[in-house]
């Protein structure tokens, strides 16, 4: 069976007092997710996460800690796909939400958003992105949100 590998990120703002995600809806769908897409060739996960988070939402964002990864296995012109997607927590840095305007990009992306933490995972569309939420909200109630997004932050299961 082929496997594919992605990457993405769910990337973390403060605004008001509130932290809220950077969520998209992909081009053509109905449904929402996080940003996320194929690791290409020579790119570590990590890499290919900061490029897709900047590609599909126009933000520019600081890695702060590994998240996890989803796997399934998927069918495309009659052919079963096995796929992880590894995700990572980010906290926003610069730019607008919705800048997608890459030149040579096609369009991946019809809608971007910021949604508060805590109604993301109800939001999003598929499953593994709602577990990836969830551990992301534990993750930084845990550590204190402003202690994680300072980078201070160990992934659930790393002993502390």
Do not use: C, N
């Not at 890695?63 to 990864?69: C, I, M, T």
């Not at 399934?72 to 796909?81: E, T």
């Amino acid at each position: 069976m082929p496997r594919e590998a992605s990457a993405g990120g769910i990337v973390i703002r403060e605004q008001g007092g509130e932290l809220e995600v950077a969520v998209i809806r992909p081009h053509g769908r109905s449904l929402w997710a996080l940003p996320k897409g194929h690791v290409d060739p020579g790119e570590t996960p990590e890499q290919t996460a900061v490029r897709e988070v900047w590609e599909e939402t126009g933000l520019k964002a600081t890695l702060v800690a590994p998240l996890g990864e989803i796997r399934y296995v998927y069918q495309f012109r009659g052919q079963r796909i096995f796929k992880r997607v590894h995700f990572y927590l980010f906290r926003y840095q610069s730019g607008v939400l919705g800048d997608i305007q890459h030149a040579g990009h096609r369009v991946e992306v019809d809608e971007t958003r910021w949604v508060p933490l805590v109604r993301v995972a109800a939001l999003l569309g598929y499953k593994g992105e709602k577990a990836i939420a969830a551990r992301a909200a534990r993750m930084l109630l845990r550590a204190g949100a402003s202690l994680a997004l300072s980078g201070v932050l160990r992934p659930e299961g790393s002993g502390d």
